[in-house]
């Protein structure tokens, strides 16, 4: 007996035994089988997440930010203990005793599934399980993924240390509200850094990871509170706050962003503009669009909080005032339903949804409203963000009486003029979406009306740049940003007009002639594929010989076809090349009159080289970039500057700059081209808009039909430019010149940067010679001569200058032609021609469709 009860206890513990081996085999088994070709879990130690890259401003001021996944990367050192606290509390109490995998929280998660018969599934994965989860494998609850990620997780333990592989997970996860990681999401939901959080602030985003959308801080309020007061009794039982401690915090009530408890960080932000925008795109093909937005750069903007707004505010000015005189309202041509507009929260949910510039702040802020009621003289309108006073908002008749409707016939898209509004009605319906503004009393700033504004439909860019940096201050690409984002400082390729005339004179500097040159001012005829080119100046008259520097102050035509035809236009080319306005200008002489495109950015980089005294300037938009550890993979500036390390410089002396740029112009060509830019200033075609009080050298430019006018103009330290036209170019009128509608852009912003920069005297080269000369005819004058006529020129030292000799360009028609009286009156002029006989030059000779680019 007693030796069968021993036999069946061996029968049975055999059984057993085997059975357990079985099970231990198979168990062993499906962990090789599935440990096979498992993604590496080593390059988890060199993982760098997408983080978000920022822009900040020259003074420091966080501008902008690009990111696909909006992430800051805390480093663990960086992350307070209290947060890792709160995450281990609510997701892995064990995390720092556990080998990867937490053997009880699996069986208690297992035997609470069936205890619930498949209704209380959760999930027992670890910190590290889900970092394994998140990085290498898929999101699916299938055993297979369990038993990789549980394979994975053993390794990953060994090869990282627990701080590691906790950063890891708390600057991976999604936390809701498009946060990724903890830094991000204190800032998303507090406004704080993650040293600010409280305990119980810690504990709300611990609470995040399970479900973000199902604890949403305004929508789950009541459950979002309920997780976190479990999160702070688990931190309570784990020894990371003591019984009082979580007494007060548990009384603390659920606060956020969101719930309106804190101000958001985007309100801090400035809205997007062209200015980052184009950082975006130039970094984008600088460092890979992937690289810029995942790679947590640090960006160091070049541009000037203060002038920047101004800039924007000087281009917007123009623009509104041209749009305005020619009186026509389009409006914004969206509108509400009229089911929306019965109470003021539906019309308000709906106007918020309504895409239209909300970035305008042009006298005062601009602001989105619908028109609620039109009456028998006035409009009663809703505006977004602004409470309605007792009586309502309107907008009255007097104010719309400026403009005639444009009427657009939804059949064939012909638009035509409705009368002069008199009445509020004559503009608007109900249902209109509008842009409003507050009017206000210059004196006392005391509130007059609401009034009508809407978007010009004619557009410019303004750019200005530092002279020896080439460090961009302030950029304008429009009137709005959120209007349009197309950059017309940097992408629009216009016809720079009369803009482009000194690069011809600097070309013909650099060889050989000087201010004083004469050149004749006489009609021409050129025979062209497109017929005969008979080009004019912009008076209808031509002056005879006349010297060079009467020629760009005035903008004179012909002179400059007959100094590009004497010079050759192949030189002409090699200096617009050398200055980066073109790649490659086509030979042409039109072009010698600015007829081909380039744009605002690279013309007002060119004219930054003549202020320098002709050294090259890399225009930049960006100081320096560094990376997410803060090393700089980028830096503009490039001088050398040797006293920089020096620690014993004597007080209040400056370290010495050595500029290593190469040279594009000589310095003395650079000096006269200056001076001569300056009389197009103090008694040229700018005379009347630009008076800075400090020396200042431009140039204008307006183009056949005043489809482009532009100016570009610069002191000793800041240069500027400015450009207006359609986006589709179409003439913009008779009075539409460059030294009319850019000028006064340039001065309105100049007068604010010379207050803040200054503006001395051009630097004068030592080769310079001055001599006195009359500016109408060339001829020398004695030193001690005096008037309005009198000009000292600057000549090359060891150059004699040669007085008296007239260029013609080859075109020898100077003799036989009438050189002072007009061309045009009511008919034309009666002459000889060379051959003897009598003809008759017509009043405005044309040159059919062939553009001959800037008239002046």
């Known amino acids: 007996m007693f030796r069968f009860i021993l036999s069946f206890l061996g029968a049975i513990f055999t059984t057993l035994t085997m059975g357990i081996a079985m099970v231990a085999l198979s168990i062993g088994a499906v962990f090789w089988i599935y440990g096979r070709d498992l993604p590496s879990h080593e390059s988890l130690a060199q993982y760098t997440p997408p983080t978000i890259s920022r822009i900040y401003s020259g003074q420091g001021r966080l501008i902008d930010e690009f990111a696909k996944e909006r992430r800051l990367f805390a480093p663990a050192n960086t992350i307070p203990d209290l947060v890792k606290q709160a995450f281990i509390s609510a997701e892995d109490k064990n995390f720092y005793t556990h080998e990867g995998y937490d053997l009880r929280g699996i069986a208690a998660a297992a035997i609470d599934a069936v205890k619930s018969r498949g209704q209380d599934v959760r999930g027992a994965s670890t910190i590290t399980q889900q970092v394994m989860k998140n990085f290498l494998l898929s999101g699916d609850r299938r055993a297979e993924r369990k038993i990789k990620e549980i394979i994975l997780a053993a390794r990953l333990e060994e090869t990282l240390p627990k701080e590691k592989i906790l950063e890891l997970y708390l600057n991976e996860i999604f936390l809701g509200q498009n946060s990724y990681g903890v830094a991000a999401a204190s800032q998303t939901?507090?406004?704080?850094?993650?040293?600010?959080?409280?305990?119980?602030e810690a504990a709300f985003l611990a609470s995040l990871p399970k479900a973000p959308s199902d604890y949403h801080p305004v929508r789950r309020k009541d459950r979002l509170l309920a997780r976190r007061n479990f999160v702070l009794r688990e931190m309570k039982e784990n020894g990371y706050i003591d019984e009082a401690a979580y007494e007060s915090e548990v009384a603390q009530p659920l606060r956020s962003v969101q719930n309106g408890d804190f101000e958001s960080f985007k309100a801090e932000l400035p809205p997007r503009d062209y200015f980052t925008d184009e950082i975006r795109r130039q970094l984008s093909r600088d460092f890979g669009e992937g690289e810029f937005f995942t790679g947590g750069l640090t960006v160091r903007a070049t541009i000037d909080n203060e002038m920047q707004p101004i800039a924007a505010n000087a281009l917007r000015r123009e623009l509104e005032q041209y749009d305005r005189n020619r009186g026509i309202w389009r409006g914004t041509r969206k509108n509400l339903s009229a089911e929306v507009l019965g109470s003021e929260q539906s019309w308000r949910e709906a106007l918020a949804g309504v895409r239209v510039p909300r970035d305008i702040d042009l006298e005062s802020q601009w602001y989105p409203a619908v028109v609620l009621e039109v009456g028998q003289n006035d409009a009663r309108i809703g505006i977004e963000n602004v409470e309605e006073d007792e009586d309502g908002h309107w907008i009255p008749a007097k104010d719309v009486q400026w403009a005639r409707k444009l009427i657009v016939d939804e059949e064939s898209g012909k638009t035509s003029l409705g009368r002069k509004a008199q009445v509020a009605g004559d503009l608007l319906e109900v249902g209109d979406v509008v842009l409003v503004r507050r009017m206000t009393d210059d004196g006392s700033g005391e509130f007059i009306r609401w009034t009508l504004r809407q978007v010009p439909e004619v557009q410019g860019g303004f750019v200005a740049m530092d002279v020896d940096?080439?460090?961009?201050?302030?950029?304008?690409?429009?009137?709005?940003?959120?209007?349009?984002?197309?950059n017309r400082s940097t992408q629009a390729k216009r016809q720079p007009g009369s803009s482009f005339k000194p690069f011809v004179y600097a070309s013909a500097l650099d060889s050989g002639y000087s201010p004083a040159t004469i050149v004749v001012d006489a009609p021409i005829e050129i025979n062209t594929p497109q017929g005969v080119w008979r080009p004019k100046n912009a008076s209808n008259r031509y002056y005879g010989p006349t010297p060079l520097r009467t020629g760009i102050e005035q903008s004179r035509n012909l002179m400059t076809i007959r100094l590009a035809q004497e010079v050759g236009m192949d030189v002409v080319g090699s200096y617009a090349e050398r200055f980066g306005v073109y790649d490659d200008l086509s030979p042409v002489l039109a072009n010698a009159l600015g007829s081909q495109e380039t744009t605002l950015y690279q013309m007002v980089s060119a004219y930054a080289m003549f202020a320098n005294g002709g050294e090259r300037v890399q225009p930049t938009l960006v100081d320096r970039v560094q990376d997410r550890y803060g090393r700089t993979v980028y830096q503009h500036d490039e001088r050398i500057c040797n006293d920089c390390q020096n620690t014993e410089l004597a007080p209040g002396t400056a370290p010495r700059i050595i500029s290593n740029r190469e040279r594009v112009m000589d310095p003395v060509t650079a000096y006269q081209l200056t001076s001569m830019m300056r009389g197009v200033v103090e008694r040229g075609t700018a005379r009347r808009s630009v008076d800075l009080g400090v020396p200042t050298a431009g140039k204008t430019g307006t183009t056949n039909d005043a489809k482009d006018v532009w100016f570009i103009g610069f002191t000793s330290n800041i240069v500027a430019g400015c450009y207006i036209g359609y986006d589709q170019p179409?003439?913009?009128?008779?009075?539409?010149?460059?030294?009319?509608?850019?000028?006064?852009?340039?001065?309105?912003?100049?007068t604010e940067a010379v207050k803040k920069y200054g503006g001395g005297q051009?630097?004068?080269?030592?080769?310079?010679?001055?001599i006195k000369i009359d500016r109408f005819t060339g001829a020398r004058l004695s030193d001690g001569a005096s008037g309005a006529n009198v000009v000292s020129?600057?000549?090359?030292?060891?150059?004699?200058p040669i007085f008296g000799i007239t260029f013609d360009g080859g075109f020898a028609m100077g003799a036989d032609?009438?050189?002072?009286?007009?061309?045009?009156?009511?008919?034309g002029r009666q002459v000889t021609t060379s051959t003897g006989k009598k003809a008759v030059v017509g009043p405005k000779a044309g040159f059919g469709t062939l553009s001959s680019g800037g008239l002046y």
């Open 469 to 486: 940096t080439g460090r961009v201050l302030a950029m304008q690409g429009g009137f709005s940003y959120q209007a349009s984002v197309f």
């Open 762 to 770: 051009f630097e004068v080269p030592e080769q310079c010679r001055f």
């Open 189 to 200: 939901y507090f406004n704080k850094t993650l040293s600010e959080l409280a305990p119980h």
């Open 817 to 827: 032609l009438p050189l002072v009286d007009e061309v045009g009156g009511g008919g």
């Open 730 to 750: 179409r003439p913009m009128g008779r009075g539409a010149t460059g030294g009319g509608m850019c000028g006064p852009v340039f001065q309105r912003f100049m």
């Open 793 to 800: 020129e600057c000549f090359r030292e060891g150059e004699e």
